[in-house]
């Protein structure tokens, strides 16, 4: 299919996590035991499946989203900013046990980040958001996946989803354990170098190390598996393809939710049609985007921004390798 065949708003229903991010920036992280001054804070919508709802919704799809919030003032506000981005959250429900995910993040002066994150209600999701998920699918195109909402729902979610024959992108962020049956499962596959090493023991350091362990995924039943590399790009192997897109270039100030943004990306391409290659590059410009602006959700590209850096008056580059 060529880019822009499907012509109606592509639809993906994002299962994952809600946080509310604190935020302080730092000239540089502190040691254990050590106190560092911070320049500044602020608090916004986080969480990686809000992230990458409100990135998907930016990009031009209809996007809902499922999961929960506890049922507190920061699940309030973050469920209004997710309806004022155009996404739909009947599918998310307030928990009335477990206060709403939180993430602690503090972002150094090159703008790499760390982050704590407390799961709250977002670890909660059980058999109602598996239920919510499975109705918001009918009609879809891409179910998209995280590792903040507990992995046995994203798995049976990711196997109704093949089912009725919707893709399944699962981002299996942050690095933790992934069930077996979670890779056979999973049309694309997109963990960072911690969590590919995390998924396969294979420490990634480059681009030969990023093939071994995009290798390693496919043997274990992933149909694509997409690699990001920060700084080196996004190393990725589907069937006969195999490609090394290179980064934008472009001034990074907070590198939170560049995953996020690339996840989307990718869905939102691959939903609209876009080969393979075309997919992992507006990806690419979407998360390199991301990485311009400070914060999570409030980072998230638009649409008209990523085809603007695609068409050069960002600072697009091409597919540097093929594979025959
Ligand atoms: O991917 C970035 C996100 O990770 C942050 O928004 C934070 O909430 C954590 O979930």
């Given at each position: 299919?060529?880019?822009?065949?499907?012509?109606?708003?592509?639809?993906?229903?994002?299962?994952?996590?809600?946080?509310?991010?604190?935020?302080?920036?730092?000239?540089?992280?502190?040691?254990?035991?050590?106190?560092?001054?911070?320049?500044?804070?602020?608090?916004?919508?986080?969480?990686?499946?809000?992230?990458q709802?409100?990135?998907?919704?930016?990009?031009?799809?209809?996007?809902?989203?499922?999961?929960?919030?506890?049922?507190?003032?920061?699940?309030?506000?973050?469920?209004?900013?997710?309806?004022?981005?155009?996404?739909?959250?009947?599918?998310?429900?307030?928990?009335?046990?477990?206060?709403?995910?939180?993430?602690?993040?503090?972002?150094?002066?090159?703008?790499?980040?760390?982050?704590?994150?407390?799961?709250?209600?977002?670890?909660?999701?059980?058999?109602?958001?598996?239920?919510?998920?499975?109705?918001?699918?009918?009609?879809?195109?891409?179910?998209m996946l995280q590792?903040?909402?507990?992995?046995?729902?994203?798995?049976?979610?990711?196997?109704?989803?093949?089912?009725?024959?919707?893709?399944?992108i699962w981002d299996p962020a942050?690095?933790?354990?992934?069930?077996?049956?979670?890779?056979?499962?999973a049309?694309f596959l997109t963990p960072n170098?911690?969590e590919a090493?995390?998924?396969?023991?294979?420490?990634?350091?480059?681009?030969?190390?990023?093939?071994?362990?995009?290798?390693?995924l496919?043997?274990?039943?992933v149909?694509a598996a997409v690699i990001t590399?920060?700084?080196?790009?996004v190393?990725a192997?589907?069937?006969?393809?195999?490609?090394?897109?290179?980064?934008?270039?472009?001034?990074?100030?907070?590198?939170?939710?560049?995953g996020d943004?690339f996840a989307?990306?990718l869905a939102?391409?691959?939903?609209?049609?876009?080969?393979?290659?075309?997919?992992l590059?507006?990806g690419?410009?979407?998360g390199?985007?991301?990485?311009?602006?400070?914060?999570?959700?409030?980072?998230?590209?638009?649409?008209?921004?990523?085809?603007?850096?695609?068409?050069?008056?960002?600072?697009?580059?091409?597919?540097?390798?093929?594979?025959?």
């Amino acid at each position: 299919m060529a880019p822009g065949e499907n012509a109606d708003r592509p639809k993906i229903v994002v299962l994952g996590g809600i946080n509310m991010d604190v935020v302080a920036n730092v000239q540089r992280m502190p040691e254990a035991g050590e106190t560092v001054h911070g320049d500044s804070f602020f608090m916004t919508g986080g969480g990686k499946g809000a992230n990458q709802a409100v990135a998907a919704a930016r990009l031009g799809a209809e996007v809902r989203m499922v999961g929960r919030v506890g049922d507190d003032d920061f699940g309030r506000t973050l469920l209004d900013a997710l309806r004022s981005e155009g996404v739909d959250v009947n599918g998310v429900e307030p928990d009335p046990s477990n206060g709403t995910g939180v993430a602690v993040i503090m972002v150094d002066a090159s703008g790499q980040n760390c982050i704590a994150e407390v799961y709250g209600a977002n670890r909660a999701s059980d058999e109602t958001q598996l239920d919510a998920a499975k109705r918001a699918m009918h009609g879809s195109d891409a179910l998209m996946l995280q590792m903040e909402t507990p992995p046995e729902v994203s798995l049976e979610a990711a196997r109704h989803a093949r089912s009725i024959g919707v893709r399944v992108i699962w981002d299996p962020a942050p690095a933790a354990e992934m069930p077996s049956d979670g890779f056979t499962a999973a049309d694309f596959l997109t963990p960072n170098e911690t969590e590919a090493e995390a998924l396969t023991g294979i420490r990634v350091t480059d681009e030969e190390s990023a093939r071994e362990a995009a290798e390693a995924l496919i043997a274990k039943g992933v149909g694509a598996a997409v690699i990001t590399l920060g700084e080196r790009g996004v190393y990725a192997i589907a069937k006969n393809e195999r490609y090394l897109v290179p980064p934008f270039e472009v001034d990074v100030v907070d590198s939170v939710a560049a995953g996020d943004a690339f996840a989307a990306g990718l869905a939102v391409a691959i939903s609209e049609g876009f080969s393979f290659e075309d997919a992992l590059k507006f990806g690419a410009a979407s998360g390199g985007l991301a990485v311009t602006k400070p914060g999570a959700r409030d980072a998230m590209p638009l649409r008209e921004e990523v085809e603007a850096m695609l068409s050069g008056e960002g600072c697009g580059a091409p597919i540097l390798s093929r594979a025959e």
